[in-house]
């Protein structure tokens, strides 16, 4: 298996600083960051966004993101779904949405070193965290929403529960760093993990032809070694379309930049950067003049669509691009290697 010190930075033609300029060219002035200009703005791709411009070296703005988090998190510990420029458009309360704070923050820390920072968020942080393990029942999954209404939507979704399998690792780890008890997190991780690894029928299997539950469980840490292997085999022809990338749902010919993007993560994140390099070799050409990237196109008539310039989609490449190419400190976050050998392990 070729490691990663032995992949050329030659093979990288995506321009990094077109790629971030995009994202800050679209953040507002409260630090509030859409999906593009004229689009709404949710919590995890928001985060998602901020994790771009940290690795594009945009620290003030960065901040500023987290900041806008800090200052719209409701009572209970949670965001709203959407918004547009600040006024809430979604009032549905996602437990995914609400913990992957802890991701974003985390991957700013691993660049920055800025332990300060973490203190500051730290409270902000906890209340999104808490709110997602309101969420959990006993056998270990996390519902995925309360309504606008406040009603409980039973239902598990296995991308969102992975997703905070993620989160978790991180918000105890900061928790660890900042010397703050956090007493049951890591009961209620270990009985997330086991629910993801052992207990898929107990989410929704309808979410099975999005390529997010084939590889989420892999990118979050769940699945490793030979079972993530397995997992990728089995799967692989049903979302991958050679030599153009990923499709976002097994039934569409849809070619979506993220989802590739995210592949090329969880590849990365079992240490197979040779089959990552080569898949994510096939979307870097897939960019506007102005460097920055496309967010998918249909096959085989290659129509660009949507054809908008979405920030979120920016920032998975360049964290795609960093796996593979150590750009920063924070190239590791997903590795599966990492999690265990790295000295952050002692706090899980």
Known sequence: MTSKTSISKQKLSINIDSVAALIKRT???????????TDKTDPWDHVEAIM????????DEARRGFEWMRQNQLENGSWYSSYQKGIPDDKTLDSNMSSYIAVGLFHHFLITGDKAFLKK?????????EYALGLQIPSG???????????ID??????????????????????????IPVPGWRASLAKLGDAIKNRRHRFNVAKSRFSMD?????????????????????????FVVDGLG?????????VTIAET?????????????????????????????????WCGFTFPDMIIWPDDKVTWTNAVVLMAADALYNLTPASQLFSHKFWVESGYSRFL
């Open 27 to 37: 953040q507002l002035d409260s630090g509030e960051i859409p999906w593009s200009k």
């Open 52 to 59: 771009g411009l940290s690795v594009g070296g945009y620290f």
């Open 121 to 129: 968020m730290w409270p902000t942080l906890r209340g999104g965290i």
């Open 141 to 151: 999954e996390i519902y995925w929403a309360r309504s606008p209404d406040g009603e």
């Open 154 to 179: 039973p239902m598990s979704l296995l991308t969102g529960s992975s997703s905070v399998f993620m989160s978790l690792k991180c918000a105890i780890v900061i928790a660890g760093l900042l010397e």
């Open 214 to 238: 084939w590889f989420y469980p892999i990118l979050c840490g769940v699945i490793t070694g030979a079972e993530a292997q397995k997992r990728i085999d089995t799967y692989w022809k049903k």
């Open 246 to 254: 990923v499709r976002c749902v097994s039934d569409e010919p849809w």
């Open 261 to 293: 993007s995210e592949f090329v993560l969880s590849l990365s994140a079992m240490g197979n950067f040779q089959l990552a390099s080569i898949i994510f070799s096939w979307i870097q050409d897939k960019c506007y003049e102005d460097g920055s990237c």
